[in-house]
T-cell receptor, first 113, second 112 residues
Framework: EADIYQTPRYLVIGTGKKITLECSQT?????MYWYQQDPGMELHLIHY???????EKGDLSSESTVSRIRTEHFPLTLESARPSHTSQYLC????????????FGEGSRLTVL | QKEVEQDPGPLSVPEGAIVSLNCTYS??????FMWYRQYSRKGPELLMY????GNKEDGRFTAQVDKSSKYISLFIRDSQPSDSATYLC????????????FGKGTTLSVSS
């Protein structure tokens, strides 16, 4: 079983609120990712990191931001949540090299009213 | 045209059936092909991966890649209710720095 944890699992919040989705892994992986998953749609990469102090935007534009101050921690922040941000957010990590095997967390399901 | 196309189903089969799940892709540079399984309310987990063309077998699961047709398949033999999940294909060019591209996933339900 993968050692990658996401909190909260479920969050219902009002428009305009600031939210942070937490992601931690205990496998010592350098690479970490945030994906967005909507019903019937592909997983889309929104952010990734190759190590401490490294963050990049993925192929799907997102108003969220990320930080990587510690290897094991990769939080995602929305400064002002909107209903369009309602989605499932999946955090993942992988070892160095080619990212063939991603280890996913169980996801954070965000609903913005 | 999307890079990866996958029929979302849903697909319903009786226990013991042989299941065939498929994806097509357009990028001829893809070299690594993966199948992930995602149970309800869980994150995806890697089921199998194949490099380039050919077959790979793991128990009841067989992955096939036909690069000439840009077509990959996952076969499940003797399907079980525990196989009920969403199956996502994913692929990558393989160089460091290139991301996985996922299909939409096919939802499979196996009834006992």
């Amino acid at each position: 079983e993968a050692d990658i944890y996401q909190t909260p699992r479920y969050l219902v919040i009002g428009t305009g609120k600031k939210i942070t989705l937490e992601c931690s892994q205990t496998m010592g992986h350098d690479k970490m990712y945030w994906y967005q998953q909507d019903p019937g749609m592909e997983l889309h990469l929104i952010h990734y990191s190759y190590g401490v102090n490294s963050t990049e935007k993925g192929d799907l534009s997102s108003e969220s931001t990320v930080s990587r101050i510690r290897t094991e921690h990769f939080p995602l922040t929305l400064e002002s949540a909107r209903p369009s941000h309602t989605s499932q957010y999946l955090c993942a990590s992988s070892e160095r090299g080619t990212a063939r095997e991603l280890f996913f967390g169980e996801g954070s399901r965000l609903t913005v009213l | 045209q999307k890079e990866v196309e996958q029929d979302p189903g849903p697909l319903s089969v009786p226990e013991g059936a042989i299941v065939s799940l498929n994806c097509t892709y357009s990028n001829s540079a893809f070299q690594y092909f993966m199948w992930y399984r995602q149970y309800s309310r869980k994150g995806p987990e890697l089921l199998m991966y194949t490099y380039s063309s050919g077959n790979k077998e793991d128990g009841r699961f067989t992955a096939q890649v036909d690069k000439s047709s840009k077509y990959i398949s996952l076969f499940i033999r003797d399907s079980q209710p525990s196989d009920s999940a969403t199956y996502l294909c994913a692929m990558t060019e393989g160089q460091a720095g290139t991301a996985l591209i996922f299909g939409k996933g096919t939802t499979l339900s196996v009834s006992s």
